[in-house]
């Protein structure tokens, strides 16, 4: 590769060093000058975490500040007309102490005291972190408008939302912290808020009725991420030199790139966009990778996953209200908006009849690596430990052979501790759906026909496993069932081999029963 290629900000998000370095930064600036220039001037952000929120934060924070030799060649440079300097004030929430509320107030504290030290302003008569807050924005003031950017707000409740409690007493403390701004109008010249979640408005921001929450403006949902066009236009030279190292053409690369890193969409019918840590971690590691999901998931999303009884069967394709998205309390929150706001289900489409999502995973990436943890604490099995199931059970899927697939299946969860067992049909269809999930298959749980549903429709490129499974009867009644109802018929017209499958489950031993019946289908 030429050395003159720059150098890709896998970890970086900071403006000024990606513009003075030799970093390469993907143009978002006609963005942010449609964001200044709209009338609007406080708004809201919520994107999944390493997204390129702190970077936006970072470019507002050095636009504001007046530093327009940063911006030279970039699409904003040539609209600004004026560059007028503001204090700016930024607060990143992620940076604080926040393990107990008394903590967070502390920090809170600290920060605002530190701020007003760099800029020369005394809060030693404030007692509150409001009133030390109120202070500081409004001396500040005097000098010219403030602009406020606060990133990751909600970081101190989304690290406690398994946690109610300690959730809402986190909340009640950035509610008084926040709201000081409704009463700054006059002193403000620019407010943006950024976070995972979408607490708005009726809790942790009342009273801000200005607030614009841009989080599904179609007009803003490539403001963070990569397109496609962005990809292929900044990222050329890496593409040339990563297709050589798969030893892959050029459009077979792109094609597995989509696969692994897009497919986030922030708005219905929306541009899909890449997630700029994985992507630029592909092109720096040279592989395809988990990326994203091993930089570090939150803990607060495997506790709610068990809490809820691992509810993978729900989560694919599930349907969600325009108000259940939008949560305005910790209390309200359903599982999927935490997911859809964690980055780890996103929108798939939109009905404006019903005002109803329907939800999907994003792309492999994030479902491999989701469900393979998910999966971990289903069975106590170690990750190492389905890649190497995975890699046996492909095989089997690819020679066609059921009979070898189950085998292993039933050994597999023969090792499953008991403790972790739920001896009914539901927690095992959620099993199966897991790893045939986690080895790429196309599967679908309860797929609908005329007369019922299917319990497992597995497909691969030449045959369709129709898999019917009794908790409290033979592997013969669940074959009857599938042949009784007819469900194969669903697939007369297609030239894959159709073959059926009836299993039961062992009560006594907590596992599959391995009387399993397999039968090619004659519709």
Not at 2 to 24: A, Q
Request: glycine letters at 4%; proline letters at 3%; a positive charge.
């Amino acid at each position: 590769m030429k050395s003159s290629i720059k150098f890709l900000p896998t970890d970086l998000s900071s403006f000024k060093i990606m513009r003075e370095g030799n970093y390469l930064y993907v143009d978002k600036t006609q963005h942010i000058y449609d964001l200044i220039s709209g009338g609007s001037r406080c708004f809201f952000l919520s994107r999944p975490r390493r997204f390129g929120k702190s970077l936006l934060i970072s470019t507002l924070n050095e636009l504001f500040s007046g530093n327009k030799e940063l911006f030279k060649g970039l699409d904003l440079y040539k609209k600004m007309k004026q560059w007028p300097v503001h204090p700016v004030l930024h607060i990143d929430l992620s940076l604080l102490q926040r393990d107990t509320p008394a903590e967070l107030k502390q920090a809170l504290s600290d920060l605002l005291k530190k701020l007003g030290k760099k800029h020369k302003i005394d809060l030693s008569e404030d007692k509150t972190i409001s009133g030390k807050f109120r202070t500081l924005v409004t001396e500040l003031s005097e000098k010219n408008k403030v602009v406020l950017l606060i990133d990751e707000y909600d970081k101190p409740i989304l690290d406690h939302v398994d946690n109610p409690v300690v959730a809402d007493e986190m909340r009640k403390i950035l509610s008084g912290f926040y709201g000081v701004i409704k009463g700054l109008d006059s002193s403000l010249a620019f407010v943006f808020i950024t976070g995972v979640s979408k607490f708005t408005k009726t809790s942790i921001f009342s009273g801000l009725n200005n607030l614009n929450d841009i989080t599904l403006d179609p007009r803003y949902a490539t403001l963070v991420g990569y397109t496609q066009q962005e990809l292929e236009h900044n990222f050329k030279d890496y593409l040339v030199d990563f297709a050589k190292i798969q030893k892959m053409s050029k459009q077979k690369t792109l094609e597995e790139l989509k696969r692994w890193y897009n497919g986030y969409c922030f708005t219905p019918h929306a541009t899909t966009v890449y997630n700029p840590y994985s992507i630029t971690s592909a092109f720096d590691k040279k592989h395809f990778g988990n990326f994203w999901f091993a930089s570090g998931s939150p803990s607060f999303l495997m506790k709610l996953i068990k809490k809820y009884d691992f509810p993978l069967l729900e989560l694919d394709h599930s349907l969600i209200s325009e108000y259940e998205l939008n949560p305005s309390d910790v209390e309200q929150l359903r599982l999927e908006a935490i997911l859809v706001q964690a980055g780890y289900l996103t929108i798939e489409s939109y009905n404006p009849m019903s005002k109803n999502y329907m939800l999907t995973y994003p792309n492999y990436e994030v479902t491999e690596s989701f469900i393979k943890n998910v999966a971990t604490l289903m069975t106590h099995k170690k990750i190492s430990q389905f890649n190497d199931l995975a890699q046996q059970l492909r095989q089997y899927l690819l020679n066609n052979d059921p009979e070898g697939l189950l085998t292993m299946i039933y050994t597999f969860l023969a090792g499953v501790p008991y403790s972790v067992r739920i001896g009914v049909e539901r927690f095992y269809q959620s099993i199966l759906y897991t790893i045939f999930k986690i080895i790429g298959a196309d599967v679908i749980v309860e797929d609908a026909t005329n007369i019922g549903r299917i319990d497992i429709t597995l497909q691969t490129a030449t045959h369709i496993y129709l898999i019917e499974l009794k908790a409290k009867a033979s592997a013969k009644k669940a074959l009857e069932q599938i042949m009784t109802r007819r469900y194969f018929e669903k697939f007369k017209n297609d030239k894959k081999q159709v073959v059926l499958i009836g299993l039961s489950l062992n009560q006594k031993k907590n596992n599959l029963s391995k009387q399993w019946i397999i039968k090619t289908a004659k519709p």
